[in-house]
Nanobody, 122 residues
Framework: QVQLVESGGGLVQTGGSLTLSCAAS????????IGWFRQAPGKEREFVGI?????YYADAAKGRYTISRDNAKNTVYLHMSSLKPEDTAVYYC??????????????????WGQGTQVTVSS
């Protein structure tokens, strides 16, 4: 069973930067494809990005967010910059179920972390 733990969320001003971490355990880390999602109040959970063969990012994240991973630390990072109030959300990491399927579809992910809150003040 895979366990994911996000950290690094907090309060940041508009234009600021923040890096989230997702620590994984329970399976060989190098075999895991881990994506990031977010859910704002009153909205559905949405895809943010994943580093899977190549980097895939939602339009809202392109140019501002970057995903990296450190296999030695079993951790995936979401580096966020030029943050906007509309980036306020709970951010989740999740493992992709298989090598097939769309990286953008929430249905393709099975194990989820508990989430970490990011609040961007205006």
């Amino acid at each position: 069973q895979v366990q994911l733990v996000e950290s690094g969320g907090g309060l940041v001003q508009t234009g600021g930067s923040l890096t989230l971490s997702c620590a994984a355990s329970g399976r060989t880390f190098s075999s895991l494809a881990i994506g990031w999602f977010r859910q704002a109040p009153g909205k559905e959970r949405e895809f943010v990005g994943i580093l899977y063969r190549s980097g895939y990012y939602a339009d809202a994240a392109k140019g501002r967010y970057t995903i990296s991973r450190d296999n030695a630390k079993n951790t995936v990072y979401l580096h966020m910059s030029s943050l906007k109030p509309e980036d306020t959300a709970v951010y989740y990491c999740a493992t992709k179920k298989s090598t097939g399927g769309s990286v953008f579809s929430i249905a393709e992910y099975d194990h989820w972390g508990q989430g970490t809150q990011v609040t961007v003040s205006s």
